[in-house]
Nanobody
C-alpha cells in the first residue's frame, strides 16, 4: 500500500529553521505533484507549497521567501526547508501526492511543527 512518511518536525524558536522530509513508497513518484499542507488548531487545512512532476513550484503568499520546496525523484522524497519561522507557522504539516494525470491522491500522517520561545 502507498505510504507517505513525514519527518523533521519539532519545536523551534521564532526565527529558526526546520527541514521537513516526506518519503514516498509504492507510487511512481516522478509522475506525482507533491505538496505540503498545514493545519493549525481550529483552522482548515491549507496549501503551503507544491512542486510538480516537471518541477513547477508554487507557494502560498505567507511563506514566500522563507520556505523552499524541493524533490529528489531518485529518493522518492520531497522536502520543505523552512527558514525564519514564525509562531503563526505552528501547525501539523502534511505531505500530499497527487497524480498528474489521474489525480489519485494520498496523504501522509502529518508532522507537528511548533514555533515558540
Amino acid at each position: 500500500q502507498v505510504q507517505l512518511v513525514e519527518s523533521g518536525g519539532g519545536l523551534v524558536q521564532p526565527g529558526g529553521s526546520l527541514r521537513l522530509s516526506c518519503a514516498a513508497s509504492r507510487i511512481s513518484f516522478s509522475f506525482y505533484t507533491m505538496g505540503w499542507y498545514r493545519q493549525a488548531p481550529g483552522k482548515q487545512r491549507e496549501l503551503v507549497a507544491t512542486i510538480t512532476s516537471d518541477y513547477g513550484i508554487k507557494y502560498t503568499d505567507s511563506v514566500k521567501g522563507r520556505f523552499t520546496v524541493s524533490r529528489d525523484n531518485a529518493k522518492n522524497t520531497v522536502y520543505l526547508q523552512m527558514n525564519s519561522l514564525k509562531p503563526e507557522d505552528t501547525a501539523v504539516y502534511y505531505c500530499n501526492a497527487d497524480h498528474s494525470l489521474s489525480h489519485t491522491y494520498y496523504w501522509g500522517q502529518g508532522t507537528q511543527v511548533t514555533v515558540s520561545s
